[in-house]
C-alpha cells in the first residue's frame, strides 16, 4: 500500500518560532526589555511613595507640633473668653478683650452668635477675610469644652458637670460680707502666724476669702486654738442661693417620682429630714443613715484652711461652687445618686443661666484665614504635589527606557549571531561595544563562534581524512577480491596474505578511532597497577628492536640519572606501553640508517612524577608544525603520502592515554638535528583499579574497572605492544 503524503500549500513551510529566527517578535511578558522597565517603574513608584510617605510623616509631624503650639494658644483665648463670658450676662463690651488676646497671639479673633451675627473682630473690617465653616469652639460657661479647658488647667482643669467655675451667679457675696469674712481671715492669719504657721488668704471667684496653709500638714492647725470656724459657715447671700438651687434640684426629682434631697455648701447632699430650725433659715438635715457623696472640698465649701506648695496663688483661678465633682463621684453607687448628681446639674444651669453671657462661637485663624498658620495643603498644592511626583516617574520610566534599549540592542545582535550560526549562514562577528557585563559575553560569543567555527572545519577534516583513510585498504582489498573473480589473480598464500595485511590495517585505523573515541567520551577503561618504568621500557625496545635493526637505527634504553631517580609509580601498563611504543615506532620511523633512537627515564626535581624522554636523531619538525603533532590524522607531509606514515592517529593516541592517568605529554624539537618526546606521569597516582574515576581528558573523568575490560595481549586487542611494533599503520607520524 503506497504511503499517503501530507499535501501542503506550494512555496510555504510551517517553521516554528525558533526556526522563524528574527522574524517572530518575543512576547511581551517575555521580553527582557519589558521586565527592565516594569521593575524600573516599580522602583520608581516604590521610591515616590516612599519619599512621599516620609514627606507626609515629616509634614505631619511639624502640623501637629504647630497645632500643638496653637492649640495652647487657642485654649488660653478660649479660657480668657469663658471667664469673661461666666462674669458677664451680656458680651457687650468684650471687644477690648478680644483685640487684647489678638494682639498677644498674632492671631485673628472672632466671636459670633450661634447664628453666625458677628458679635466681636479682631480683624478691621475692611480686610477682614470669610469665616471658616466651622469655629473653633463654642463659648458657653454652662457647657465647657473639656479638651480645651483640660489643656489650658490640666488634666482636672474641666469640671464634671461642664459649669465653669467662675460662674458663680447668686453665690457672689456682697461687699459687706467679704469684708466681714476677711477680717476674719485676716484674725485667723495672724493668729497662726503667732503659733509659727505660714499661710496666706486666697479669694474665691465668689469673693469668699480662704486661708492657704504653706506646707503640706494642715492638721497642724487643728492643735491651734485659732477662731477661723465662721469661715466654714454660710453667709446670708450663699444660704439664699443654695435654698434656691436646692428648690430646683427638688422639683426635677419630684417629675421623676423620687423624694428631694437637701444641698449643702459643698453641693452634696443627704436625705430631706425637716428639722424646726432657726426662723428665717431653712430647715436642717437631720443625721440620715445615707452616706454623704461629699466629693471632696471645693473653694467654696472646703474648711476654711487647705494647704499649699506654693506661697501664691491665683485666685480668680480657684473655682468655686463645683457640684459636677461630687455628683461624678456619686454617679456609679447607684441609680438615685445617679439621678440626684443629674438633677443638681440640671438646677445650676438653670440658675446661672441668667447671670452667664449666652454661648458664642469662637473663631481662631491666622491673618490669612487658614486655620493653620503656615501650612495650607489647598488643592493647587495637591496638585503641584502630584505632579511633581508624576514627573519623577515619567523621567524614571524615560531613563528605562533608554537604558533598557541600549541593554537589549547588543543582546539582540546577539540572538542575531546566534540564529545565523544555528542557519549555517556565514558567522559575523559581533561587534563589541564597551568592556562591561555584555561586552565580555559578545567576545566570549565571538571566542565561541570561531572556536566552533575551527571545530567543524576539523570535523569535516575528520570526515574527510577517515574516508581516505578506510579508503585505501578497502580499494586493495576490493581490486584484489574483483582480480580473484575475473580470474586475473590465483587465490594463493601470498594472495591471502596481502588481503589479511590489508584487513589488519583497516582494522588497526578502526581500533584507533574506536581509542579516540572512547577517551574523548570519558570511557576509556584503565586497570592500573604497580609499574616498573626501567623493565617497562626494555620490554618496548625488545619489542621494537627488529624494525629497528631492519631501518638500520639504534634503539637504547638508558638508565636513570643517579640524582634523579624514578619514583614508583601507579599506571596502565598496557596502556602506557602502547603510548610509549608508537613514540618509538615513530622516532624509528624519522631516523635515518645509523641514527640512534635513546629511551630514558627519570624522576622529577621534587619527585611528584616520572618522566620518560625518547629521543631521536632524526629530521626534525619545523617550528610552525610542532604545534599540530598531537592532532588527529594530521601529517607534515601534505600529499599524505603512507609512505612515510600510518593513519596519523598514533600521536593523539599518545596524548590521550597520558591525559587518561593525569600526566601530559610534550615535544621540542630542533630541524635536521632531532626530536625529544616527553611523557610526563604523577609519581603518586590515584587507585583506579577497582570502582572509581580516574583523571580523563579534557578535565573529566574516567570510570574505574569492573565494566570492561583492557585490551591485553594475545586477548584479541588490536593495539597491543607487539602490534605496535610490527604493524607502522598502528603509529602516526609528525612529518
Not at 476677711?182 to 486661708?211: E, H
Not at 446661672?352 to 491673618?367: E, H, K, M, R, W
Not at 570561531?450 to 570526515?463: F, G, I, P
Not at 598514533?650 to 635536521?672: C, D, F, Q, Y
Amino acid at each position: 500500500m503506497p504511503l499517503r503524503r501530507e499535501r501542503r500549500p506550494r512555496g510555504r513551510t510551517r517553521r516554528t518560532p525558533l526556526e522563524a529566527g528574527r522574524r517572530v517578535r518575543l512576547p511581551l511578558r517575555r521580553s527582557l526589555f519589558a521586565r527592565l522597565l516594569a521593575v524600573s517603574a516599580l522602583v520608581a513608584a516604590c521610591s515616590v511613595a516612599a519619599t512621599a510617605w516620609l514627606a507626609v510623616q515629616t509634614t505631619s509631624g511639624a502640623i501637629l507640633q504647630e497645632q500643638g503650639q496653637n492649640l495652647t494658644a487657642d485654649a488660653r483665648i478660649y479660657q480668657s473668653l469663658l471667664g469673661y463670658a461666666a462674669a458677664h450676662p451680656t458680651w457687650d463690651g468684650v471687644e477690648k478683650t478680644v483685640r487684647d488676646l489678638a494682639e498677644h497671639s498674632g492671631r485673628r479673633i472672632t466671636l459670633t452668635t450661634q447664628q453666625r451675627a458677628p458679635l466681636a473682630d479682631s480683624a478691621p473690617p475692611e480686610s477682614s477675610a470669610a469665616l471658616p465653616a466651622q469655629a473653633s469652639a463654642i463659648v458657653d460657661p454652662l457647657s465647657v469644652d473639656t479638651a480645651l479647658a483640660a489643656e489650658s488647667a490640666g488634666a482636672s482643669g474641666a469640671p464634671a458637670d461642664r459649669v465653669d467655675p467662675r460662674a458663680v451667679g447668686p453665690f457672689r457675696l456682697p461687699a459687706s460680707e467679704r469684708t466681714e469674712l476677711q477680717q476674719v481671715a485676716d484674725r485667723g492669719v495672724a493668729c497662726l502666724s503667732r503659733s509659727g504657721i505660714a499661710a496666706d488668704v486666697l479669694r474665691s471667684a465668689s469673693g469668699r476669702p480662704l486661708i492657704q496653709v504653706v506646707g503640706n500638714d494642715p492638721e497642724r492647725v487643728q492643735g491651734t486654738r485659732c477662731a477661723i470656724d465662721a469661715l466654714d459657715s454660710p453667709t446670708r447671700t450663699e444660704k439664699k442661693a443654695l435654698k434656691s438651687l436646692n428648690q430646683l434640684a427638688d422639683a426635677c426629682l419630684k417629675r421623676q417620682d423620687r423624694s428631694g434631697v437637701h444641698l449643702k455648701l459643698d453641693l452634696s447632699w443627704g436625705q430631706a429630714a425637716q428639722e424646726p430650725g432657726p426662723a428665717g433659715e431653712s430647715p436642717t438635715t437631720a443625721p440620715s443613715t445615707a452616706p454623704s457623696t461629699s466629693p471632696g472640698p471645693t473653694p467654696t465649701s472646703m474648711p476654711a484652711v487647705v494647704p499649699r506648695a506654693a506661697p501664691t496663688a491665683t485666685p480668680t483661678a480657684t473655682p468655686s461652687v463645683v457640684p459636677g465633682d461630687g455628683a461624678s463621684s456619686a454617679a456609679g453607687t447607684s441609680e438615685d445618686d445617679r439621678a440626684v448628681a443629674s438633677c443638681v446639674g440640671t438646677a445650676r444651669r438653670e440658675q446661672l443661666g441668667s447671670y452667664v453671657a449666652s454661648p458664642a462661637l469662637l473663631f481662631i485663624s491666622d491673618t490669612g484665614g487658614a486655620t493653620v498658620p503656615g501650612f495650607d495643603l489647598s488643592p493647587a498644592n495637591t496638585a503641584r504635589i502630584a505632579g511633581a511626583a508624576a514627573l519623577v516617574l515619567a523621567l524614571t520610566v524615560g531613563a528605562s527606557v533608554l537604558v533598557g534599549a541600549r541593554l537589549v540592542r547588543p543582546l539582540r545582535a546577539l540572538t542575531g549571531a546566534a540564529q545565523r550560526m544555528r542557519d549555517g549562514e556565514d558567522n559575523v562577528p559581533v561587534l563589541v561595544t564597551a568592556d562591561n557585563e555584555i561586552g565580555r559575553l559578545a567576545a566570549t560569543f565571538n571566542d565561541m563562534s570561531a572556536h566552533r567555527a575551527r571545530l567543524e572545519a576539523q570535523r569535516k577534516a575528520l570526515v574527510s581524512d577517515v574516508a581516505h583513510e578506510l579508503r585505501t585498504p578497502l580499494s586493495n582489498i576490493r581490486g584484489w577480491l574483483e582480480a580473484a573473480q575475473d580470474g586475473v589473480a590465483e587465490p594463493d598464500p601470498a594472495f591471502i596474505a596481502s588481503l589479511h595485511e590489508e584487513a589488519v590495517q583497516l582494522q588497526h585505523i578502526i581500533d584507533d578511532l574506536q581509542d579516540l573515541a572512547q577517551a574523548d567520551a570519558g570511557a576509556l577503561r584503565l586497570h592500573t597497577g604497580p609499574v616498573r618504568v626501567a623493565e617497562l621500557l626494555g620490554q618496548v625496545a625488545a619489542a621494537h628492536q627488529a624494525r629497528a635493526d631492519t631501518a638500520g637505527v639504534a634503539l637504547t634504553v638508558l638508565p636513570s640519572p643517579p640524582d634523579r631517580p624514578v619514583p614508583e609509580l601507579t599506571a596502565d601498563p598496557v596502556r602506557l606501553r602502547q603510548a610509549i611504543g608508537n613514540l618509538v615506532s615513530n622516532a624509528v620511523r624519522h631516523t635515518p640508517p645509523g641514527g640512534r633512537v635513546t629511551l630514558r627515564p627519570y624522576g622529577s626535581e621534587h619527585g611528584d612524577a616520572v618522566l620518560v624522554d625518547v629521543t631521536d636523531t632524526g629530521n626534525g619538525i619545523p617550528p610552525e608544525d610542532l604545534g599540530h603533532v598531537f592532532d588527529r590524522f594530521w601529517r607534515g607531509e601534505k600529499s599524505r603520502s603512507r609512505r612515510t606514515g600510518g593513519s596519523g592517529l598514533g600521536l593523539a593516541i599518545v596524548r590521550k592515554l597520558t591525559e587518561a592517568h593525569g600526566g601530559t605529554a610534550t615535544a621540542v624539537s630542533v630541524p635536521g638535528q632531532g626530536s625529544v618526546f616527553t611523557l610526563r606521569l604523577p609519581a603518586d597516582g590515584p587507585d583506579i583499579s577497582g570502582p572509581g574515576a580516574v583523571p580523563g581528558p579534557e578535565g573529566g573523568s574516567l570510570p574505574g574497572a569492573g565494566s570492561g575490560s583492557a585490551k591485553e595481549p594475545g586477548a584479541g586487542s588490536a593495539v597491543g605492544p607487539a602490534d605496535s611494533s610490527d604493524e607502522p599503520d598502528a603509529m602516526t607520524t609528525a612529518i
